[in-house]
């Protein structure tokens, strides 16, 4: 930080020393193992009817972290830091378009291969109908590093939509640990609001994944260890993250907008709509209930960790 109060990026390696780098490392695998396991380990409490009434408030608590995540931290540090950078606003929010741009292409694209390659397919009725209940709808995946999760609609048989499910976990898992340590490198409270946020979000879809790996496999165990083993990957994700980001410091901005990007259009796109239902007037409350939840839970984070 200057004199003037001013946040400066080193160009040079980190701006840290090496206990610090090595201690920003360390939170982040942490970040991302318990947002990348976690959220695989409260799926199977909700999967497995445990906690199964609060799967849709976890839903509405998830659109709130990952909104209030993107406009309240990760995208006012981007634009604090651009200061530093050299990086004007309206680069900032080019860069913000695109991103959302790009994933809504993505998420057509996804949607038009798997039309394509597995529209003269049958589709296993058993699963679909599984997977769309646990979802609550019939497209409960996210783009951005999903590639192959619809395949767990609409496989040949069960054992290709089980692995199907374990691939497309495990680059969404990789894409996230990327944004994760990210936000860890610009700074640990950005870093400890994506993880929660990113952990929050996933919870719902892990429930899905679980109902259909329960019908690939006999045992429900292995399906657990093996969604577990998917999850994990978000480790290898920030570990690759914290290189790039370490790498190319000087667009640190830039990787936190495409980040917010793609918590805004995940809230947006993906979990939003499925809040978008004909419900009662206490359904209603609680819905919004939880959404602010979400919001209120970022903002207190940010708090307590400015203490």
């Not at 378009?97 to 589709?123: I, M, Q, R, S």
């Not at 690939?216 to 290898?236: E, H, Q, Y």
């Not at 947006?268 to 819905?287: G, H, M």
């Not at 602010?292 to 984070?301: D, E, H, N, S, Y």
Request: glycine residues 10%; aromatic residues 8%.
């Amino acid at each position: 930080m200057d004199p003037t109060g001013t946040k400066r990026i080193d160009p040079v390696g980190y701006g840290l020393k090496p206990d610090n780098q090595a201690m920003t490392l360390i939170s982040i695998l942490v970040g991302t193992l318990i947002a990348g396991m976690g959220s695989v380990w409260l799926a199977a409490l909700l999967a497995y009817a445990l906690l199964s009434r609060f799967t849709q408030h976890l839903l509405s608590l998830a659109a709130g972290a990952l909104l209030a995540t993107a406009f309240t931290r990760l995208l006012p540090e981007a634009f604090e830091l651009s200061v530093g950078a050299g990086v004007s606003a309206q680069a900032l929010f080019a860069a913000l378009l695109v991103g959302l741009v790009f994933f809504f292409l993505l998420d057509k694209a996804e949607l038009w291969h798997h039309g394509h390659e597995h529209g003269h397919d049958h589709t296993d009725a058993e699963v679909h109908h599984a997977h769309d209940h646990a979802h609550g709808h019939a497209h409960a995946h996210h783009a951005h590093g999903h590639p192959a999760h619809d395949e767990g609609h609409h496989g040949h048989n069960h054992h290709s939509g089980g692995w199907a499910v374990l691939l497309g976990d495990s680059v969404h898992a990789f894409g996230d640990g990327i944004l994760i340590a990210a936000a860890f490198v610009a700074d640990p409270r950005l870093g400890v609001a994506a993880a929660l946020a990113v952990m929050a979000h996933e919870v719902p879809h892990h429930v899905g994944d679980l109902v259909v790996l329960r019908q690939t496999l006999s045992n429900p165990r292995a399906a657990l260890l093996k969604l577990t083993l998917a999850g994990s990957v978000t480790a290898i994700g920030g570990l690759i993250g914290y290189l790039l980001v370490g790498a190319l410091r000087e667009y640190l901005p830039f990787f936190l907008v495409v980040a917010a990007s793609s918590f805004i259009y995940v809230a947006l796109a993906d979990l939003i709509p499925q809040l978008q239902k004909r419900l009662s007037p206490k359904e209603t409350a609680a819905q919004v209930t939880w959404l602010f939840a979400g919001i209120a839970l970022v903002a207190a984070l940010g708090e307590w960790a400015q203490h």
